[in-house]
Every structure is written in C-alpha cells, then in structure tokens.
C-alpha cells in the first residue's frame, strides 16, 4: 500500500517536474492527450485564496482517505468470498492466513471510519465560511449526494464480514424501504433478492459495495472537484477573490495551488497517515467503535443481538429514526435530515458567507444544529429508553429547527462589514 | 450458536490486564485450554498459527458438533471469543459458577446467567454458593455488584484461589492472542511505520516551514498562458 502510494506521487511529481521540461515529447503528447495542460490547469495554474487554513485540508484528507479506501479494497475483493457460508470464514482467512492480511483488513476498517470523520470536518468547515452560497449551490449540492454515497458505500461494506451486527443492521435497515407507499415491499424483496435477508442480499450488497456505489463516488468527486475549479474555492473571509486580478488575469489575492498549499499540506496528510496507523497498529477496533464486538460473531438468523447499533458515523441518523415514534415518518425524517442540506443555499438568506462576518445569530444557530448533530451521534449508540429517549427527542427537534429559523435567523442578524480584499493578518 | 450479549451481566466485571509479549504465559494458556476446554470447544480459525503449531493443535483434534447436540446449543467455536465478548467477561464468566440446584448441570453463573455450559472448573476451584440464598428473590439483580459479595466459596478444590485465578488468567491470555494473532506483527511493524512517518512529517514540516513560508510572504503569480 505504501509503496503504491509513494509510486503514484513519485509519478505525479516526475509529470510535474520533469517532462515539460521535454519540450518536444511533452508538447507532442499534450496535443494528443492534454494531460500535462490538465494538470497544470488543476495544480500550478489553479488560484487558491492565500489565507486558505487548516481546515481546508479536509478536501485533500477525503480525497486520500477515499484513494486508501479504493487500493485497500482490491486486495481484500482477491479473499474475500461473498456467500453466506463462506463470508464470515474467508474474513478470517484474510486475517491470518494472507500475508499481511490483517494490515490490508485493519486499514480498510480504520479507513472507513476515518473517511467520515474527514468528511463530516469538511462538512462543517462548509458550513462555518458559507461555502454553501452563490456561486456554489451546485458545488454544495454535490457534496450532500456525495454523502449519501458514501453513506450508502458504508452501509454496504459493513454488511459483509457478515457478523451477527452486520445482519442485523442490514436487517433494520431494509426493513425501512417496506414503509414507502404502495412499492415498498416489492422494493424490499427486490434489494433483498429473497423473502428474506440472506445469501443471495449479501451477495448483492457486495456487487452494490465494489462496484455500484463505489464508482458513483468516484464520478461525483470527478463532479465535485470540476464544479469547485470553475467556480473557484472559498476562504475563510468569504472575500471574492475574483474582484480585483492583476493585468494576466491572476486573481490579486490568490497563489498558485501548486507548490504553495500542496507543500502546507502534505505534512498534514502524513499527519493524518500517522494517526492512521497508531490506529491500525495498537487499536484496529478502537475500542469497539469502530469494529463492533458483536460483529465476531457469525450471523446467525434465529438470534437476535440485545441492542441493535448502527456504526457510529451513521448513528445520528438512526438516533433520528428511533426518536420518532411512527415508523414510516422516522424513516422520512431520516431521510429529510440529511436531504434538507440540499437546499441551504437557498434558506440561508444572508448577505454574508463566512462565520468571522456574522452576527451572533447564524452562530448560535450553526452551534446548535452542529451540537445536536454530535449529540445524536452519541445517543444512536445508547439504547433507546428513558432519559436517552427524551433527550434524542430534545436533539431530533433542535436539529430540524435549524432549517426553519435558519431564513429568519439569517435575515434579521447583523453581520459585520466583509473587507473587499483578503485582510493582512 | 450460543447467543452471546454484552451487558447482560450481573456483576461488574473484573479487569484483567493483558500481555500479549508474553510468550510464555500464552503457551500456558494453550496447554490448559488443551486439558480444560478442547474436548468441547474448538479453535477452526487457529489452527494454522505458529503457536497451535508449537502446542500441537490440530484440526482432527478439534470437536465437530451438529447443529441438534446439546439440545439445540452446541459448544461454540472459541477463535474469536475474546473479540466477541472481552478478555474481562471471560476472566470473570469462567470464575463465577455457584451452585444452584435448579439448573440441570448443577451450577448457574453471575456474568451469563443460566448458562449451558456446565462448570469446567469444579475439581480445581471448588464449590461456590451465594452468599444469601434468597438473593435473588429480593430483585437485587444489578450489574454493579462485585461477585465476591454475591457468591463464596465454600469447598476449596484442588487448586488455591490464587492458583485457580492465574490459571484462568493465562486461558484467557491464550484466547486474546487466538482472537487477533496479528498482533505480534503489529507491535514489530508499528514503531517502524510510525517513526518512518514522524521522520517525514519533521521534514516535509520543516521545508514548508523554511522555505514555503517566504513563498506566501511574496506569492509568485504563475506566467500567463
């Protein structure tokens, strides 16, 4: 894995470097496959605000932690077998009979977990500078369908070490495709492939897994990456670095992507690997978070788990389902929390984009549905009874009341003046 | 398939510290789990390991029970057990077995309650009862009870108390090391990934550092193309 990652920035790094410097050849491939100008265009040519910080990182992050993802997943996809008699044992096998094996599986879990915890940063950085607002809708909108492929990615590949959790979890969340209208049970049977979740749903789930979702994800971050080039980043200030360009038409207040903030990066993406790694090596199951203790234990049909839990980076929206306590309106607002994301450009009526700009309104409003989002994290793991209940009620309801005052909120707050440049600090 | 739960113990659980460094004491462990536990349970998944190698753990030696024995609930296959359940749950499960007449095997337990499997342990640690027979009838079934003020022992058997808990110990220290034997070859590659990493992260730091940030005081604009 190392070594493949070393390989592709070696090569990034020789296309960079050394063959433009190959006038002929390189300018005789340009014409026919515009790589390199691509590349150029992307890194070298691409104006990137230079008060762009840490958490502009996070896009980087997702983009490593998905390419972890995609390398990792071949090799398990070459043990792995998806039959119900046979996935739980060839897990097994890649665990202790392939060489490092285990290195392979360890990280595609670790991975996982840490792709969400990267991309819900990213969400939140979002949020925080209004990246959310004109000329970005789309970009936004992107990014929310992205989620939810990666969410439905998620859901899938959990599904197939085929632990007693992972049949279970599938199980729930089938189920909740039976509560659409009229359809819905067809549906089921349909995702299931059977009356029931067995065999033939696993070996669906792994087709959805390897090749379905996982190639939409790639599109769409194909997608997300054009519409964040054309219509260029934002910044912390939420300034629009496009108003004022020297006489080339180089935005005053931007630098080159590449080598400025690739070479400010990279320590944090090694920074990210490290902490990767202590993970993999002294905590794979960090604590039962992110490989359940049930799910070593074979699926077994006729034994239902005393709690069923999602994994922790889809529990706040299961937290959501349980509190609501009709079935088919938990699996609507399920869907609703995070399909209104989709049109915060447009509830979101200030003025203003970045939270340094906002009066103490949008603030409180970006902490509250930020809190009760963790919140619910929290809660989805705990079982639903008492307190536990009452309060994911109390967090369900601050997170949807967020998207109706956020208008209110947004229109009637007062926001400081935005400076025309990118100050100096 | 026994259907395992966390969390439906009713006592706390004691904490037992594991090593997985000591090689000794994981052959130990193999050895008593070859007396004590290998004529019921097996180890499928192990059995390739250097370790069962050493202990000569084979696949023939390994019992096969169809789905009906046991009255529906067959020894189950130990390889991840202490993955599945904890190294403290079994520490304590397998020290908990108090006399209880109402149950077919003569015993019950505190962690598992009405168990199927029978003591293991009867000859080595004895006999132990509750310590109030009408515990409970009185509703106190709690999971914040420490099992020492729930049961005694009333009969020593073979081995001392302190005796009997290394050797259940050291079962347990086997089992941690057959659930995830990868982790010999973590602790040997982890300080190497990690230093290789720390090294790398200095360096790229300290160039971003030296010569990026002059690079941000006087952003370049790339040449017009």
């Known amino acids: 894995m190392f070594i493949s990652l070393l390989i592709t920035g070696f090569a990034i790094f020789v296309v960079l470097n050394v063959l433009p410097y190959f006038k002929g050849v390189g300018a005789w491939i340009d014409r026919r496959l515009p790589i390199f100008s691509f590349l150029l265009d992307h ?9 762009l910080n840490i958490w502009y990182a996070f896009g980087a992050l997702a983009m490593v932690a998905c390419a972890i993802q995609f390398i990792s997943g071949i090799w398990l996809v070459m043990y792995y077998t998806p039959t119900a008699e046979q996935a739980f044992s060839s897990v097994q096998l890649i665990m202790r009979e392939v060489p490092y094996g285990w290195l392979v599986r360890y990280v595609h879990s670790t991975g996982v977990s840490l792709w969400f915890v990267v991309v819900y940063f990213h969400i939140f950085r979002g949020l925080m500078y209004g990246s959310y607002k004109t000329p970005r809708e ?43 209208p009229v359809v819905g049970n067809d549906i089921v049977v349909w995702l299931q492939g059977d009356y029931e979740v067995s065999g033939v749903t696993l070996h669906r789930f792994f087709a959805f897994h390897v090749v379905g979702f996982s190639f939409l994800i790639l599109a769409m971050i194909f997608l997300h990456i054009i519409m964040l080039h054309s ?15 020297d006489r080339n038409g180089w935005p005053l207040d931007a630098v080159p992507y590449y080598p400025y903030f690739v070479m400010k990066y990279i320590p944090i993406i090694l920074l990210y690997l490290f902490v990767f790694f202590v993970i993999v090596f002294y905590a794979p199951t960090f604590f ?12 077994n049909p006729l034994v239902t788990p005393l709690h069923i839990k999602p994994s922790w980076y889809l529990s706040p929206y299961y937290a959501i389902l349980r509190s609501i306590p009709d079935k088919s309106l938990g699996a609507l607002m399920m869907l609703m929390s995070i399909v209104l994301w989709l049109f915060l450009p447009w509830l979101d009526l200030s003025p203003v984009r970045s939270m340094r700009y906002r009066g103490w309104m949008s603030r409180t409003a970006l902490i509250t549905v930020v809190g009760s989002f963790v919140l619910l994290g929290y809660l989805g793991l705990q079982p639903a009874v008492g307190w536990y209940l009452v309060m994911s009620r109390v967090a369900t309801l601050l997170y949807f009341s967020f998207f109706l005052l956020i208008p209110i909120l947004s229109y009637y707050d007062q926001d400081y003046v935005v400076p025309d440049r990118i100050p100096e600090r | ?19 997985t460094t000591d090689q000794a004491r994981i052959l130990r462990g193999g050895q008593h789990f070859q007396q004590t536990c290998l004529s019921c349970h097996s180890l499928v998944d192990f059995v390739n390991d250097p370790v069962a190698k050493e202990l000569g753990l084979s696949k023939e030696q390994m ?18 057990i202490a993955l599945s359940m904890s190294p403290d749950w079994l520490f304590t499960y397998l020290r908990t077995y108090y006399v209880d007449k109402a149950r077919p095997t003569g015993y019950n337990n505190l962690v598992y309650p009405n168990t199927n499997m029978p003591n293991p342990f009867v000859d080595m640690q004895g006999h132990q009862v509750l310590i109030n027979p009408n515990y409970f009838d009185k509703n106190h ?20 108390p302190a005796e009997f808990d290394d050797y259940v110990d050291d079962i347990v220290q086997f089992l941690t090391y057959v659930s995830d034997p990868s982790v010999h070859a973590r602790r040997q590659i982890g300080p190497w990934v990690l230093g290789y990493l720390t090294l790398f992260i200095m360096v790229t730091y300290a160039y971003f550092r030296l010569v990026g940030k002059d690079y941000f005081q006087s952003p370049k604009s790339p040449p017009p193309h």
């Open chain 1, 231 to 245: 219509v260029g980043s934002n910044n912390p200030d939420g300034v629009d670095i496009m108003k004022h360009k």
């Open chain 2, 1 to 19: 398939m026994f259907a395992f739960a966390v969390g439906d113990s009713l006592v706390a659980l004691d904490a037992v510290k594991i090593d």
């Open chain 2, 63 to 80: 019992p096969v029970w169809p789905e009906d024995s046991w009255n529906g609930h067959p020894p189950p296959d130990l390889s991840l």
């Open chain 1, 288 to 299: 039962g978070l992110f490989l359940e203790a049930e799910n070593f234990e074979r699926a």
């Open chain 1, 43 to 51: 890194l070298s040519y691409y104006p990137a605000p230079k008060n």
């Open chain 2, 141 to 160: 079934a709690h999971g914040e009870q420490f099992w020492y003020r729930v049961i005694k022992l009333k009969e020593t058997g073979r081995l001392s």
């Open chain 1, 138 to 180: 789309l970009l936004w909108m992107s990014g929310v369908v992205l989620l939810f492929l990666l969410m439905a990615e998620a859901y899938t590949g959990y599904v197939l070490p085929w632990g007693q959790m992972s049949f279970w979890a599938s199980k729930v969340i089938i189920s909740l495709f039976s509560s659409i």
